[in-house]
T-cell receptor, first 113, second 111 residues
Framework: DTGVSQNPRHKITKRGQNVTFRCDPISEHNRLYWYRQTLGQGPEFLTYFQNEAQLEKSRLLSDRFSAERPKGSFSTLEIQRTEQGDSAMYLC???????????FGSGTRLTVV | AQSVTQLDSQVPVFEEAPVELRCNYS??????LFWYVQYPNQGLQLLLKYLSGSTLVKGINGFEAEFNKSQTSFHLRKPSVHISDTAEYFCAVNDYNKLIFGAGTRLAVHP
């Protein structure tokens, strides 16, 4: 297993466009998390899945953001009508069960111009 | 809700000198604490974690941290740093099913 994979690594988009990111977790990990990291800040929690169920969403996740994990494996994060304030690194992490061994991916850096 | 405060945004240090990166958390009945390192344009790598047991936790790359419940602190230390330790360091606390991170400390090791 090569760890948590995120694609694309970088995305530049024009304001108002929609973007979608993908995260492939470690295969046996049933929990998947999305975080957002802006420049000079620590990661902020966005949402969390256990298998295919989305169990928690941060108030940071506005109605322009939607995340899915349709078969309990990979996950997608979509941002509609992007704004300049959405420019950030989007990190995905996975873990198994109640354990605290979170494995992070390398992230997708989004730049909205 | 849990919160984490990293008291220093930047820590400059000379190579082979000791370093301490400070972290305080909001008190709770039980806490699980973590230190992560992030190199430029990369994800987060776990350095060490405290779940229970001994208050002195040893991690990778020669780092260690001490859990102090009375002071609600979890400071990270290394007795002798290398140029390769230059990176951003994040302290985090578990809050139910997620991690809450501090704002980070940039460690800059100079020759």
């Amino acid at each position: 297993d090569t760890g948590v994979s995120q694609n694309p690594r970088h995305k530049i988009t024009k304001r108002g466009q929609n973007v979608t990111f993908r995260c492939d977790p470690i295969s046996e990990h049933n929990r998947l998390y999305w975080y957002r990291q802006t420049l000079g800040q620590g990661p902020e929690f966005l949402t969390y899945f256990q298998n295919e169920a989305q169990l928690e969403k941060s108030r940071l996740l506005s109605d322009r953001f939607s995340a899915e994990r349709p078969k309990g494996s990979f996950s997608t994060l979509e941002i509609q009508r992007t704004e300049q304030g959405d420019s950030a690194m989007y990190l995905c992490a996975s873990s198994v069960g109640q354990g605290f061994d979170y494995t992070f991916g390398s992230g997708t850096r989004l730049t909205v111009v | 809700a849990q919160s984490v405060t990293q008291l220093d945004s930047q820590v400059p240090v000379f190579e082979e000198a000791p370093v301490e990166l400070r972290c305080n958390y909001s008190s709770s009945v039980s806490v699980y604490l973590f230190w992560y390192v992030q190199y430029p344009n990369q994800g987060l790598q776990l350095l060490l974690k405290y779940l229970s047991g001994s208050t002195l936790v040893k991690g990778i790359n020669g780092f260690e941290a001490e859990f102090n419940k009375s002071q609600t602190s979890f400071h990270l230390r290394k007795p002798s740093v290398h140029i390769s330790d230059t990176a951003e360091y994040f302290c985090a606390v578990n809050d139910y099913n997620k991690l809450i991170f501090g704002a980070g400390t940039r460690l800059a090791v100079h020759p």
